[in-house]
């Protein structure tokens, strides 16, 4: 007791430039820093005492060093640069963890590359397992779409069902469409196309709904393969300064949010997680919430995700007018309008938060009309509806975002990815409102940033770098890709930090570095604000501290 009374009097005597709130010595200190504290009050700092996972002082590294005595851990920094933990909104946590132990098609720049990583899985594969995931992208290539053909001389006897990078088509071999019975006389589902070619044979690329006829005949993923998913994806974020994911699901959610809980429960988790499941179990999650709760700090749940629409590299977002390279189409709805609306409606009713994708520029209007539509018809509360992506918007919706609090949850990988190709889809006028990170931060819109992983990479610095430079990937827009919408590193680093706190119902206790907030932090070995932009994707992270634990340490 004498001990706390001393301190707490150090603390309010000597302690004029930190702002604390110790009343014993804290757990650990880091000091010699250059602290971007993300906290308009005290932007800057030297120094973060941590007491109980939480941050109880910040200030020079003088007075913090004076709340230390000889069992804080005290770590010096040595001038290294400390920014609030990234949080990630948009991720498919555990299929990027399963696909970090699959074929990685992600940079095969050729169809013969392709070809050959794909017969070298083959060859390594047991009897009896698929290969799945990939992450291919035919643009890379040249914009061919890839057929059974390429690849089933290799693959007589593995099932093959790999994915294009952005989850909304892939590729399946002749034997997975024999297991699935998709044949010449399959009809395309609702929300989905069967690619065939000029005789009406399927081609074995199958978009968005059309893939359900093959998830249904995949073997269910082992309790032990979950497991090591996450173990995997949770070392693969934290080696990259990722604090927090929003998981957006993909493969069987509340065996997921099973493990999450497992894993929580027995003090195993190295990061926090938001869990959501698809709009589609929106009673279920309901009846979860009400029988389980929201969880804790670690792990949260009772957010759901919807659809509208599919994607731009797969001609399936949804637009008003037809793709210039596709001018046969417009796009497709993954649910029928109405019924999404409905859906939406009750999820909220329900208490859950509601997240919907949507790519085009039709999708996001219908989007917006709706969540403006249910805003209206009250009772009025903290809504924080969210649009996963909101990529291609007209001028008057991104006037909208801001007034009705609706999040604008975006990536900013996919603008220097998608910038490579994206004219030939919609041509240069409906391009002025892609990725719009400029003009919605004017409008006074909530911007968050995330990876959308395993689609795009998870790594925030690659993130930031996308946003304040939007250098495409192939390195023909050296000045920017639509760079009207550059925004600077400090709005950056705001929308993968506070702002995604915001989207997540977290503000103040995550996303920032002050007084009262969860010790979440990432040091890095360059300073965002001295490296020329160009240079941000070099940064390395050296450390990860999730509740005051060190999680990750460069070696």
Known sequence: MLRKIIHATLAAVVLQSVSVAASAAPDAIYFNANVWTGNAQQPKAEAIAIDDGNIVAVGTSADVRKLADAKTNAVDLKGAFVVPG???????????????????????????????????????????????????????????????????????????????????????????????????????????????????????????????????????????????????????????GVTQVHDMGGIEDFRVLDLYRRTRASDKLRMRIYSFVPMAERQKAAEYKKQNGTGDEWLRWGGVKGFVDGSLGSTTAWFHKPYDDAPNTTGLTMVEP????????????????VAVHAIGDRANDWLLDAFEKIE?????????????????????????????????????????????????????????????????????????????????????????????????????????????????????????????????????????????????????????????PAEIDKVKVVRTVVGGREVYLAR
């Open 86 to 240: 990234f949080i990630d909104n948009h991720v498919h946590f555990i299929n990027g963890g399963l696909a970090l132990a699959q074929v990685d098609l992600r940079d095969a720049a050729t169809r013969a590359e392709f070809t050959k990583r794909i017969a070298e899985a083959a060859a390594k594969t047991p009897k009896g397992q698929w290969i799945k995931d990939g992450n291919w992208d035919h643009e890379l290539w040249g914009g061919e779409l890839p057929t059974r053909d390429w690849i089933d001389k290799d693959t007589p006897n593995t099932p093959v069902f790999i994915s294009r990078l952005d989850g909304h088509m892939a590729l399946a071999n002749s034997l997975v469409l024999k297991l699935a019975g998709v044949d010449e006389k399959t009809p395309d589902p609702a929300g989905g196309t069967i690619v065939r070619d000029k005789s009406g044979r399927p081609t074995g690329v199958l978009k968005d709904n059309a893939m359900n006829l093959v998830f249904k005949v995949i073997p269910p993923v082992s309790d032990q393969e979950l497991a090591q998913g996450l173990e995997r994806a949770m070392e693969h974020a934290v080696a990259r």
């Open 376 to 532: 209206q018809a009250g009772p009025k509360k903290d809504w924080r509806f969210r649009i996963e992506h909101a990529q291609h918007l007209t001028p008057a919706a991104i006037k909208r975002f801001g007034p009705l609090g609706v999040v604008a949850s975006m990536q900013p990988y996919h603008a220097i990815d998608d910038g490579r190709w994206a004219e030939k889809r919609i041509g240069a006028e409906r391009l002025k409102g892609t990725y719009a990170f400029r003009s919605l931060i004017d409008s006074g819109a909530h911007l968050t940033f995330g990876s959308d992983w395993p689609v795009a990479p998870l790594d925030p610095l690659t993130g930031i770098y996308a946003a304040v430079t939007r250098r495409t990937t192939d390195g023909a827009n050296p000045n920017g890709w639509q760079p009207q919408q550059k925004i600077t590193v400090a709005e950056a680093l705001r929308s993968y930090t506070a702002e995604n706190a915001w989207a997540g119902f977290q503000e103040g206790k995550v996303g920032v570095l002050k007084q009262g907030a969860l010790a979440d932090f990432a040091v890095l070995s360059k300073d965002l604000f001295a490296v020329p």
């Open 338 to 353: 109405e019924k999404l609306r409905a859906g939406i409606v009750e999820a909220n009713q329900a208490g859950l938060h």
